[in-house]
């Protein structure tokens, strides 16, 4: 049995300030990002199997460098049964056997298939489809917003009874990641249409169904009645368009099509007599499909939809066509990603704690833990002076974010308690057998927390993962240690340039509790109005100021940033960054910060800002992104730096440059 097993390279990271990256030719005040990274722009290429390149792809290489070493050490030794050595070990020496899989061809996923083709009747449709629920979606953290099953299944603390868990159903069935992909009637949407259908009549043809072509037609149409159904991204992010409880008695008045007890059975969900959906115009649609469209048609989505699933456990050419369609035509991206790289990504989703045990044993260090727990308190405590010193609000919403504030749960690094994944039986050399177990042990573990206690301590994101989180209605957020590295990370450079970078995402996330989403729960996370009516009024209009600003961001001619779309990453840019540059000066005492380079303490500091957002993205990615993703694209999120007083002064910033804002148009929310 050939494995892939490989020296894994050593990666580089920069760290304090890039001055070699800075374009001096460019005024501060004309163009922030391309005066701080303008160099770097000119000179680097984005790797061919990227979408995009800049310092949080540098560091999400390294950690899967990181992470692939920890993996091919536990593929390589004997640890026993059962132990998360030998289930990470074995999970990622059965994806790297390429050769093992290519073997067994479709068999392991036959039965799937035969059952999908056993279909009769509407009944057994609809089991069918509950059969494919999965936990694969989760809205208020901006984790996933997509699903190619007909619905996910979000389990989450209530937002009316924080005490409980419910079970929440949002819209999904489609391939392409968004319903502009099948209803945006502009010649390059329609150019994809015309890819997609041959790509779906492609992965039919691979699996040797018969009449490929006339069914992937179908298929598309199908898809296309469904994206008519969706619900917009804008929606998907509005909270009290979301908070609508159902009974099971209901779903059969307000959604028929759909037989919702054999769904619900087969899904797992037959004993909740209550859930939250989110998108109740999506579900009434996509229920009113299933009775509608023709039974074949149906069948044939479902076997493609089985198929283009789990292409990364099936034969090399349905991996390769799969990423020639999503990789290549949605992405812009030329060039697959290596197998190391895949199966490593792989094991990191599948058994995400169980690898982040490992990760954050080796890569983590006490003294990192806590520099960061010190900058995080450091940051509260000045986003807390913030809100005294609001002098727009009322005493009585002060104290209630005050509240709200002083119970906001953060955790660093990893979490206190590990997740057990005793129960997933993890077998070598079973690649497709394994994907499919990680799967439904990930589904029963969120089917099991209904009914019991909700656990606010629980991590979404694992300790390898690039990024950061905030979890409205739990009130919590998460830092993974691999986030805490250089470039925006480094224990061993001035703080100004760690409060510009490491800080500024503390204090994003700790403004997302009091954006436009998360000022809407209460220290509980509860849904409720704790604002009065005029300080309602005075957020919403500077929330709207913002809007108008980032609209005005158009990085092709024919398509400008969504204002509306995102609105809660802005303003909580904004407010981040303000209370982090708060946070630095607190950190000076009465002194000021030692010059570096010529750059003064507030010069390293925002110029540390504007160089984590340093990107290159190919121009497809960027459109899909500016459709689907509620953040900015990187260039303007390091122009958040004209809305800050004190940016202006350190850079000399005046009346007449492209970025200045006279001082009445600064939006301050926070």
Request: glycine residues 6%; negative net charge; proline residues 5%.
């Amino acid at each position: 049995m050939r494995q892939l097993w490989l020296a894994v390279p050593a990666l580089a990271l920069a760290t304090g300030l890039d001055l070699a990256g800075i374009d001096r030719s460019v005024k501060p005040g004309d163009d922030f990002f391309r005066y701080a990274n303008g160099t770097w722009l000119k000179t680097t290429e984005i790797p061919a199997d990227r979408a995009s390149y800049g310092p949080g792809a540098i560091l999400a290489e390294l950690t899967t460098q990181r992470t692939a070493a920890i993996l091919q050490e536990a593929a390589r030794s004997v640890a026993p049964d059962g132990s998360a050595a030998q289930r990470v070990g074995d999970y990622y020496a059965s994806l790297v056997d390429q050769a093992a899989i290519d073997a067994r061809g479709l068999a392991p996923l036959q039965p799937r298939l035969d059952r999908i083709g056993a279909i009769a009747d509407r009944k057994a449709l609809s089991r069918a489809l509950g059969e494919t629920l999965r936990a694969d979606v989760d809205v208020l953290n901006a984790t996933n917003l997509y699903t190619d099953n007909l619905l996910g299944l979000w389990v989450a603390q209530d937002l009316d009874d924080p005490a409980r868990y419910s079970a929440f159903l949002l819209q999904g069935g489609l391939d392409m990641p968004d319903r502009a992909y099948y209803v945006d009637p502009s010649p390059r949407m329609a150019e994809i249409r015309t890819r997609f259908e041959a790509h779906v009549a492609r992965v039919l043809e691979l699996a040797r169904v018969s009449d490929a072509a006339a069914k992937a037609a179908r298929i598309v149409d199908l898809e296309r009645r469904m994206a008519e159904a969706h619900g917009t991204r804008e929606d998907d992010v509005d909270v009290k368009k979301g908070d609508n409880h159902w009974t099971r008695a209901q779903f059969e008045t307000l959604a028929p099509g759909l037989d919702w007890p054999a769904y619900f059975e087969a899904a797992g969900l037959a004993r909740e007599s209550a859930f939250v959906v989110w998108q109740p115009r999506a579900v009434t649609g996509l229920s009113a499909l299933v009775a509608a469209r023709p039974l074949e048609t149906w069948k044939d989505y479902l076997t493609f939809h089985a198929l283009e699933h789990v292409a990364a456990v099936l034969p090399a050419p349905f991996g390769e066509e799969r990423f020639a369609f999503h990789g290549t035509v949605l992405a812009g991206v030329p060039q697959r990603r290596e197998a190391w790289k895949r199966a490593t990504d792989s094991t990191s989703n599948a058994l995400g704690e169980d690898v982040g045990r490992l990760y954050a044993e080796r890569h983590f260090p006490p003294a990192a833990k806590a520099r960061i727990e010190g900058m995080v308190r450091n940051l509260v405590a000045a986003f807390g002076r913030r809100i005294d010193a609001l002098d727009w609000m009322a005493p009585a919403t002060k104290a209630k974010a005050r509240e709200k504030l002083a119970v906001l749960q953060v955790g660093v690094g990893y979490p206190d308690r590990w997740r057990d994944y005793t129960g997933l039986r993890v077998v070598r050399g079973d690649a497709f057998g394994n994907a499919e177990r990680a799967e439904r042990f990930e589904l029963d573990r969120n089917l099991a927390k209904l009914g019991r206690p909700v656990d606010r301590s629980e991590w979404v994101m694992t300790p390898q993962t690039v990024n950061a989180v905030n979890l409205p209605a739990m009130n919590a957020l998460n830092f993974p240690a691999a986030m805490l590295q250089p470039p925006f990370f480094d224990p061993d450079r001035p703080l100004a340039m760690d409060y510009g970078a490491i800080g500024a995402v503390i204090g994003h996330e700790v403004s997302h509790s009091f954006d436009d989403q998360g000022a809407q729960f209460d220290a509980a996370g509860r849904l409720l109005n704790w604002w009065t009516d005029a300080d309602r009024k005075h957020f919403e209009e500077a929330a709207a100021r913002l809007v108008r600003q980032y609209e005005a961001y158009r990085p092709f001619p024919d398509l400008h940033v969504n204002g509306t779309l995102t609105l809660s990453e802005n303003i909580a840019d904004v407010a981040g960054l303000a209370a982090s540059y708060d946070a630095y000066r607190l950190s000076l005492s009465s002194g000021e910060a030692p010059v570096v380079g010529g750059l003064s303490g507030d010069q390293q500091f925002f110029l540390s800002f504007a160089q984590s957002w340093r990107d290159k993205t190919r121009e497809p990615a960027l459109r899909q992104q500016i459709i689907e993703d509620g953040h900015s694209p990187d260039e303007y999120r390091a122009d958040t730096v004209r809305n800050l007083d004190a940016w202006y002064a350190a850079f000399d910033v005046r009346a007449g440059q492209s970025l200045f804002l006279a001082p009445a148009d600064r939006v301050r929310v926070w």
